[in-house]
């Protein structure tokens, strides 16, 4: 059932370039018809001269030994260059349906599959299937077009000797089909324990900063020597069995060519056979030799490409959980009011038993600034990512400007939502672009006034290079607050109607979050902001407060409101004041 599969499966992946791949195959038959064709016109020319013709007709046939050994040549090149096309041709496929899939993707994906084997997926097992589709392709259509082509013209010349010389195939075969479950099953160890090393590379490239602070070099070091020891040691032991194999395939095809040699000089010793036909039956072996011999290299591609099949597949079979309905609705970004409801909204994250958030009801008026504030595990970014459709939620529960979020487009719905986690993340380009990113092609001029909104921009121009600064991978040649007011210029700039800042102002002091919060309601009094925060000094400042604990909304109200009525708030406002006297 899984070969058949893997079967279909290429078929697809080559259907789309089937003319060139029909023109590689045509031209490796051609090829295959010349290579016995032209032991023909040997044998013919060796048993003229045994009958004393011309040397004219013996220099003809030279020529045309000559011209039909060059059209081989080019015939043959012809064929890699359309085979080995087909395969580069596929390579480019999938890497870009691998990454278009991927971008489909919801973040929960992303959070149980690591980015390491992600990429050796990508990267490693995508060339293996290449390999598969080019070299194994290429090298098993010769094979059988050798076997079909040479086998008859063999038989006819003299059957004995064909049979005596094939005698050893089956051996051969036997032991391709001994080996090939131990070369499938070893082959896919090596590419788990390669994306192990792929996993364990990123993670540490990515936290060099935490290893060092902690001094775990070592640590990391004897991690990483024992997963490149199991690298190794699967590595070894899939050449210890290619190496046992090949070799005796070689051997075995090798055989059959002395066969032929010792019977056939012995019968043209007694006479029974030309020296033409010893000819051609000695060259016609050495064809097969060649593509037998191949044929260790031909399963080890094989086998690799079977099992990265299967990897790849295991990426572009995921369903995004989160995606378009059929009859999804388009809502015009120029409509939007940013009104937010939640109605009785509930969400459990998979394998939880406590939901995240439970019967949560709210309603978010257009161009307010609320506040949700809470302690940590309350729900606060559960609801936050519920908003633009980050999780998979049920239908009926969340409404923008009335409608249904999970009927909105989703295009439509991330374009009028603009969301700031807290971990702000920037691309290894200019801070220009970066503040840029959801608009590409503003004005230096709105890239600036941004800039100003999220108190940034002093900053940035004290910067040697300004707005044309490097950030470094994930930014890191800034601070955390210089990130994270970057990345709420991006957000600013697209305009959109609702703003989402998921504790976003984490690292930067109360006074300059509370000056961004000004900022943000008298430079468009139309946005309606939704600021989760520890800082009440700064949520203090919101039109309404929303107060979250374990999952529900338990407080509504402003400050003054708030600070009146006994409960979380004012708990959180008095530890709050006692850390600003101890600060």
Same mark, same amino acid.
């Given at each position: 059932?899984?070969?058949?599969?893997?079967?279909? =499966?290429?078929?697809a992946y080559?259907?789309?370039?089937?003319?060139?791949? #029909?023109?590689?195959? /045509?031209?490796?038959?051609?090829?295959?018809?010349?290579?016995?064709?032209?032991?023909?016109?040997?044998?013919?020319?060796?048993?003229?001269?045994?009958? %004393?013709?011309?040397?004219?007709?013996?220099?003809?046939?030279?020529?045309?030994?000559?011209?039909?050994?060059?059209?081989?040549?080019?015939?043959?090149?012809?064929?890699?260059?359309?085979?080995?096309?087909?395969?580069?041709?596929? +390579?480019?496929?999938?890497k870009?349906?691998?990454?278009?899939?991927?971008?489909?993707?919801?973040?929960?994906?992303? !959070?149980?599959?690591? &980015?390491?084997d992600?990429?050796?997926?990508?990267?490693?097992?995508?060339?293996?299937?290449?390999?598969?589709?080019?070299?194994?392709?290429?090298?098993?259509?010769?094979?059988?077009?050798?076997?079909?082509?040479?086998?008859?013209?063999m038989?006819?010349?003299n059957? %004995?000797?064909?049979?005596?010389?094939?005698?050893?195939?089956?051996?051969?075969?036997?032991?391709?089909?001994?080996?090939?479950?131990?070369?499938?099953?070893?082959?896919?160890?090596?590419?788990?324990?390669?994306?192990?090393?792929?996993?364990?590379?990123?993670?540490?490239?990515?936290?060099?900063?935490?290893?060092k602070?902690?001094?775990?070099?070592?640590?990391e070091?004897?991690?990483?020597?024992?997963?490149?020891? =199991?690298?190794?040691? !699967?590595?070894?032991?899939?050449?210890?069995?290619?190496?046992?194999?090949?070799?005796?395939?070689?051997?075995?095809?090798?055989?059959?060519?002395?066969?032929?040699?010792?019977?056939? #000089?012995?019968?043209?010793?007694?006479g029974?056979? @030309?020296?033409?036909?010893?000819?051609?039956?000695?060259?016609?072996?050495?064809? /097969?030799?060649?593509?037998?011999?191949?044929?260790?290299?031909?399963?080890?591609?094989?086998?690799?490409?079977?099992?990265?099949?299967?990897?790849?597949?295991?990426?572009?079979s995921?369903?995004?959980?989160?995606?378009?309905? #059929?009859?999804?609705?388009? /809502?015009?970004?120029? +409509?939007?009011?940013?009104?937010?409801?939640?109605?009785?909204?509930?969400?459990?994250?998979?394998?939880?038993?406590?939901?995240?958030?439970?019967?949560?009801?709210?309603?978010?008026?257009?161009?307010?600034?609320?506040?949700?504030?809470? @302690?940590?595990?309350?729900?606060?970014?559960?609801?936050?990512?519920?908003?633009?459709?980050?999780?998979?939620?049920?239908?009926?529960?969340?409404?923008?400007?009335?409608?249904?979020? #999970?009927?909105i487009?989703? @295009?439509?719905?991330?374009?009028?939502?603009?969301?700031?986690?807290?971990?702000s993340?920037?691309?290894?380009?200019?801070?220009?672009?970066?503040?840029?990113?959801?608009?590409?092609?503003?004005?230096? +001029?709105?890239? +600036?006034?941004?800039a100003?909104?999220?108190?940034?921009?002093?900053?940035?121009?004290?910067?040697?290079?300004?707005?044309?600064?490097?950030?470094?991978?994930?930014?890191?040649t800034?601070?955390?607050?210089?990130?994270?007011?970057?990345?709420?210029?991006?957000?600013?700039?697209? %305009?959109?109607?609702?703003?989402?800042?998921?504790?976003?102002?984490?690292?930067?002091?109360?006074?300059?979050?509370?000056?961004?919060?000004?900022?943000l309601s008298?430079?468009n009094?139309?946005?309606?902001?939704?600021? &989760?925060?520890?800082?009440?000094?700064?949520?203090?400042? !919101?039109?309404?407060?929303?107060?979250?604990?374990?999952?529900?909304?338990?407080?509504?109200?402003?400050?003054?409101?708030?600070?009146?009525?006994?409960?979380?708030?004012?708990?959180?406002?008095?530890?709050? =004041?006692?850390?600003?006297?101890? %600060?």
């Amino acid at each position: 059932m899984k070969q058949s599969r893997r079967i279909a =499966q290429l078929g697809a992946y080559l259907r789309p370039h089937w003319r060139d791949a #029909t023109l590689g195959i /045509l031209a490796l038959l051609s090829v295959n018809g010349l290579g016995v064709y032209i032991p023909w016109l040997i044998r013919a020319c060796v048993d003229q001269i045994a009958k %004393n013709v011309s040397w004219n007709q013996i220099i003809r046939y030279v020529i045309v030994i000559i011209l039909l050994s060059s059209a081989m040549w080019l015939i043959r090149m012809a064929s890699r260059l359309w085979i080995f096309g087909v395969g580069r041709q596929v +390579e480019f496929d999938l890497k870009q349906r691998i990454f278009e899939h991927l971008l489909k993707l919801e973040p929960a994906y992303f !959070a149980t599959n690591t &980015i390491g084997d992600l990429i050796s997926r990508a990267t490693s097992d995508v060339d293996n299937v290449r390999r598969l589709l080019g070299f194994a392709v290429l090298s098993f259509a010769n094979t059988i077009f050798a076997y079909t082509l040479t086998l008859p013209v063999m038989l006819a010349i003299n059957i %004995n000797l064909t049979l005596a010389a094939l005698a050893v195939y089956p051996l051969m075969f036997f032991l391709v089909h001994l080996f090939s479950n131990r070369l499938r099953q070893q082959q896919a160890v090596v590419q788990e324990k390669l994306s192990d090393i792929s996993e364990l590379i990123q993670e540490d490239v990515s936290g060099m900063a935490l290893i060092k602070i902690y001094a775990q070099e070592e640590n990391e070091r004897r991690a990483f020597a024992h997963k490149n020891q =199991q690298l190794l040691a !699967a590595n070894l032991s899939l050449a210890k069995s290619r190496n046992t194999l090949f070799p005796l395939i070689s051997g075995l095809a090798g055989l059959s060519s002395l066969i032929i040699i010792w019977l056939g #000089t012995t019968q043209i010793a007694a006479g029974t056979l @030309a020296v033409g036909d010893f000819l051609a039956l000695l060259i016609y072996v050495e064809r /097969l030799v060649f593509p037998t011999a191949l044929l260790g290299f031909t399963i080890t591609a094989y086998q690799r490409g079977e099992v990265s099949i299967d990897r790849l597949e295991a990426i572009l079979s995921v369903t995004p959980k989160i995606q378009d309905d #059929t009859e999804a609705i388009h /809502l015009p970004l120029a +409509e939007v009011k940013g009104e937010l409801l939640g109605r009785n909204l509930s969400f459990t994250y998979p394998g939880a038993t406590t939901p995240a958030l439970d019967q949560v009801n709210f309603q978010i008026h257009p161009g307010e600034t609320v506040a949700i504030v809470g @302690a940590i595990g309350s729900g606060k970014s559960t609801l936050a990512n519920a908003l633009p459709r980050l999780l998979e939620i049920a239908p009926g529960q969340l409404f923008l400007d009335g409608v249904d979020i #999970t009927q909105i487009s989703l @295009a439509d719905l991330r374009h009028a939502i603009a969301y700031v986690p807290q971990d702000s993340f920037l691309f290894s380009t200019t801070i220009k672009n970066n503040i840029r990113y959801g608009e590409p092609l503003s004005a230096q +001029e709105d890239v +600036e006034y941004v800039a100003q909104l999220s108190q940034i921009n002093q900053e940035i121009i004290n910067f040697p290079a300004q707005y044309e600064t490097i950030v470094g991978e994930r930014g890191i040649t800034l601070s955390g607050g210089q990130r994270q007011r970057t990345a709420l210029a991006r957000a600013i700039l697209v %305009n959109a109607p609702v703003l989402i800042l998921d504790d976003a102002l984490s690292s930067v002091d109360n006074q300059t979050a509370t000056q961004i919060l000004n900022n943000l309601s008298q430079g468009n009094d139309s946005r309606t902001v939704i600021f &989760i925060t520890h800082q009440l000094s700064a949520a203090a400042v !919101a039109d309404r407060i929303l107060v979250m604990d374990k999952g529900r909304i338990v407080q509504v109200g402003n400050h003054s409101k708030l600070l009146q009525e006994p409960g979380i708030y004012r708990d959180l406002w008095s530890r709050h =004041q006692v850390e600003e006297l101890l %600060n």
